[in-house]
């Protein structure tokens, strides 16, 4: 069992920078490969990006690549996502997920466990 907990959302303006963090805790988290997804109101939950165990191999949605940026620590257990340049379509609910698999996966149904998800808001 891997327990997952996001924090560093909020309310922001077109073109500002957000740092969102996720903190893993259970069972041996930095051997899970990582993942960030978002659901915006009315929309399906989609992938942003994803991370593998080591942190050596990254993949980013066309949508926020150039802009998002993901990283861990796992001596801290801990998964980043970096935002700059935010958009008013990137208001959504952001859930931090993690998989067994080793890889970088960007279908929601790989992933094992579930954050409860933060919310951020870009006001244009």
């Known amino acids: 069992q891997v327990q997952l907990v996001e924090s560093g959302g909020g309310l922001v303006q077109t073109g500002d920078s957000l740092r969102l963090s996720c903190a893993a805790s259970g069972r041996t988290p930095s051997m899970y490969s990582m993942g960030w997804f978002r659901q915006a109101p009315g929309k399906e939950r989609e992938f942003v990006t994803a991370i593998n165990w080591s942190g050596d191999s990254t993949y980013y949605a066309d949508s926020v690549k150039g802009r998002f940026t993901i990283s861990r620590d796992n001596g801290k257990n801990a998964v980043y996502l970096q935002m700059n340049s935010l958009k008013f379509e990137d208001t959504a609910v952001y859930y931090c997920?993690?998989?067994?698999?080793?890889?970088?996966?960007?279908?929601?149904?790989?992933?094992?466990?579930w954050g409860q998800g933060t919310q951020v808001t870009v006001s244009s």
């Open positions: 997920a993690a998989s067994g698999r080793r890889g970088t996966f960007t279908r929601a149904e790989v992933y094992d466990y």
